[in-house]
T-cell receptor, first 114, second 114 residues
Framework: EAGVTQFPSHSVIEKGQTVTLRCDPI?????LYWYRRVMGKEIKFLLH????????ESGMPNNRFLAERTGGTYSTLKVQPAELEDSGVYFC????????????FGPGTRLTVT | GNSVTQMEGPVTLSEEAFLTINCTYT??????LFWYVQYPGEGLQLLLK?????DKGSNKGFEATYRKETTSFHLEKGSVQVSDSAVYFC?????????????FGQGTRLTINP
């Protein structure tokens, strides 16, 4: 089965611009997570979808970030407007069901805001 | 809140050396513990896990034991190879809080020289 895929792999934008990251989870996985790693620090949780519903969005840094998962399949994470401190690697992960311990990660999208 | 602290890197060893990467955690409930690995150019992969106290997770020659009394989950390997060069992340998931999200340590970059 195909793994978690993310697009693009790398994005370079200027401060104030908008960027949309996409994540395609493993087929059949109801749970989808977004994480990010900033400046070589720890990977931090952003939010968790169960199907199309936001289960936990406690990690979203501010209202410049908008995540959607229409139809419960792929998800997008939009940053508008982007700031310098948004630079980092954004990871998506998916898991089959609640209580499933293993999350499968995508390769990440490296976002650079200049 | 929950947190994970792991050994500062980078760590550089010679091939066939013994490896220990320390990881300690703080959790309010009964967490599951994980080690994830990120090889160059790839996404995070689950290396091993343990879901309750005294469990030992093992994979690819790596081992870690869930020690509740010392709140630790140190990663060990008896004889490292050049192919083990990667970034290693210790993480927890505290299901007692009803949360599925992973809480990560800051990562330890490991380089193995031939």
């Amino acid at each position: 089965e195909a793994g978690v895929t993310q697009f693009p792999s790398h994005s370079v934008i200027e401060k104030g611009q908008t960027v949309t990251l996409r994540c395609d989870p493993i087929s059949g996985h109801d749970n989808l997570y977004w994480y990010r790693r900033v400046m070589g620090k720890e990977i931090k949780f952003l939010l968790h979808f169960v199907k199309e519903s936001k289960q936990d969005e406690s990690g979203m840094p501010n209202n410049r970030f908008l995540a959607e998962r229409t139809g419960g399949t792929y998800s997008t994470l939009k940053v508008q407007p982007a700031e310098l401190e948004d630079s980092g690697v954004y990871f998506c992960a998916s898991s089959r069901a609640m209580g499933s311990y293993e999350q499968y990660f995508g390769p990440g999208t490296r976002l650079t805001v200049t | 809140g929950n947190s994970v602290t792991q050994m500062e890197g980078p760590v550089t060893l010679s091939e066939e050396a013994f490896l220990t990467i320390n990881c300690t955690y703080t959790a309010t409930g009964y967490p599951s513990l994980f080690w994830y690995v990120q090889y160059p150019g790839e996404g995070l992969q689950l290396l091993l896990k343990a879901t309750k106290a005294d469990d030992k997770g093992s994979n690819k020659g790596f081992e870690a034991t869930y020690r509740k009394e010392t709140t630790s989950f140190h990663l060990e390997k008896g004889s490292v190879q050049v192919s083990d060069s990667a970034v290693y992340f210790c993480a927890l998931s505290d299901h007692a809080e009803g949360a599925q999200k992973l809480v990560f340590g800051q990562g330890t970059r490991l380089t193995i020289n031939p």
